[in-house]
């Protein structure tokens, strides 16, 4: 093997490693070092692709000479303790100046503390969000770096030469430093789950409603594909719905298990924006929805608690179908508007600077959630930057003031036909609270105070007050506690 070969490598040649290490190796200009843990990867990897002029390392050391200097490493490893593992190895053989780059879908706080870690040692530790699964990895992902500013002048050219492409611009940004790209990650993924949860409820509100068939509802969103929500999720939706079982010849939508299945991004980015305080209600109560769905054991009272007697039937099979629509577009915008709110509140308590149109940008091609709204709220921060509330933006008041009516009918038909509609019904009570004047939170404030004396502030004076409720005093007492 010829020394310092390569100018880039890949650690762990699973889906994601081999189709990123191919990707690599099809651009101008590069040759790829790849090493696996076990050797079989390896073997098969460069058996079955003589065409990448891959070359193999089958040890630490034997990787780290055959990359030349500064060495610049992507892990594609199983997320956790295999990651730590591997970057104790590589800091090993790698040198200061090198570059250490985590694809792996590492939790971004992680991702702060192993570049902590290696800072010390001279190396630049990159976490990078990827995106668009093995596809994506092969040919074109939506890559999401964080780490330092000088990594970024070695990485930026290599990756914007794998990336996806939208519209002539490629999808990946340095999106800020340490844990910065695994945290716009998660959040995306975040999203997805909403996007995912919401065309289910659509689809199952269109099924019901109007006894239409799967293949018939393909059509359906064949066609609002062609529209504001042209998505890649509303694309491939209208392929599954489209799938015939071979072996029963029913549509397969039927005959697949009704548990949603998690890696658990929706419950980091949930947990996250509890942590954050920031309502992400439509994620979470996607995030719940898998959850509820594969509690089989619960799901047994099905036939034990009431509901509405009657099925659902709506007389206008069309106008039905075109206020799920608008449901639909209403609750994906409270979605990716709550998921920037996080990323925001994010960059704030970690120090990072995070340009939120860049953001929706590079979500435009080779990851899950692409949808051409991005474009809209690549607008909108584009005129306001520091917008506070996306979906405060000009494009988007004028779409929801244009849904919200078709929003209302579909949740309140959902509750009295007993459909369950957990992401529309959230989303829409989240436009609500933003919207109203006055929340009961004042009652709250009260409730607090008369069992814990937690204090309330009023809306006529400054400072903060606390009642004297109970006892043998009738007259409400307020004191500033200042
Ligand atoms: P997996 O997540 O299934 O991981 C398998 C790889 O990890 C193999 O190469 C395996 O080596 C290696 N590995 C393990 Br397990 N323990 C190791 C250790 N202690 N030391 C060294 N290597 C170790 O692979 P994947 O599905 O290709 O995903 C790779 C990463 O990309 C993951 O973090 C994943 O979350 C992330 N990701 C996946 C997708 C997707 O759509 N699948 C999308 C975006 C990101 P072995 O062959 O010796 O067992």
């Not at 996607?286 to 047994?300: D, G, K, N, Y």
């Amino acid at each position: 093997m010829p020394e310092a070969a390569a100018n880039i490598g890949v650690v762990g040649l699973a889906v994601m490693g081999s189709n990123l290490a191919r990707n690599l190796a099809s651009r101008e200009g590069n040759t790829v070092a790849v090493y696996n843990r076990s050797r079989t990867k390896t073997d098969e990897l460069i058996a079955e692709h003589p065409e990448a002029g891959f070359v193999p390392a089958f040890s630490y050391e034997e990787f780290a000479s055959s990359l030349s200097v500064p060495r610049t490493a992507v892990i594609m490893v199983k997320a956790g303790g295999p990651t730590d593992a591997v970057i104790d190895e590589l800091v090993r053989v790698f040198e200061p100046g090198d570059i250490i780059v985590d694809g792996g879908n590492a939790l971004f706080t992680d991702t702060i503390r192993r570049e902590k870690a290696v800072r010390d040692t001279g190396i630049n530790f990159v976490g990078m969000g990827v995106s668009g699964g093995e596809e994506g990895a092969l040919l074109g992902p939506s890559l999401m770096p964080g780490g330092s500013d000088e990594s970024w002048v070695t990485l930026g050219p290599i990756l914007r030469s794998i990336a996806a492409v939208a519209e002539g611009e490629p999808c990946v940004t340095h999106v800020g430093h340490d844990g910065a790209g695994h945290f716009v990650k998660m959040v995306h993924n975040g999203i997805e789950y909403a996007d995912m949860q919401l065309i289910a409820e659509a689809y199952d509100l269109i099924r019901r409603g109007t006894g239409k068939s799967p293949a018939e509802i393909a059509d359906v969103f064949a066609e609002w594909n062609r529209g504001e929500l042209e998505s890649y999720l509303i694309e491939i939706t209208a392929e599954v719905l489209r799938q015939v079982d071979a072996a029963t010849g029913t549509p397969l939508v039927d005959v697949i298990l009704d548990q949603a299945g998690a890696k658990g991004t929706g419950a980091w980015t949930v947990q996250t924006a509890l942590d954050l305080g920031v309502p992400v209600s439509g994620i979470a109560e996607a995030t719940f929805a898998r959850s509820l769905s594969s509690h089989p054991e619960q799901r047994i009272v099905s036939g034990v608690l009431p509901g509405p007697a009657e099925a659902l039937v709506v007389a206008d099979a069309d106008a039905f179908v075109e206020d799920v629509r608008l449901a639909l577009f209403a609750s994906k915008i409270v979605a990716y508007s709550q998921g920037f709110d996080e990323i925001r509140a994010g960059a704030a308590q970690y120090g990072w600077s995070i340009d939120l149109g860049a953001i929706s940008k590079i979500w435009r091609g080779g990851c899950i959630i692409r949808a051409q709204f991005l474009n809209r709220i690549a607008d909108s921060y584009a005129q306001t930057p520091d917008l506070a509330v996306l979906m405060t933006a000009p494009y988007f008041v004028e779409a929801l003031g244009r849904a919200q009516g078709a929003w209302r009918r579909i949740v309140s038909t959902a509750a009295d036909a007993g459909i369950p509609s957990p992401a529309f019904s959230s989303s829409l009570a989240y436009y609500d609270g933003l919207r109203a004047k006055r929340l009961p939170a004042a009652l709250i404030q009260g409730q607090r105070d008369f069992f814990g004396a937690h204090t309330y502030k009023r809306i006529d004076k400054p400072g903060t007050f606390h009642t004297l409720w109970s006892g043998d005093r009738t007259e409400i007492e307020a004191e500033d506690t200042h």
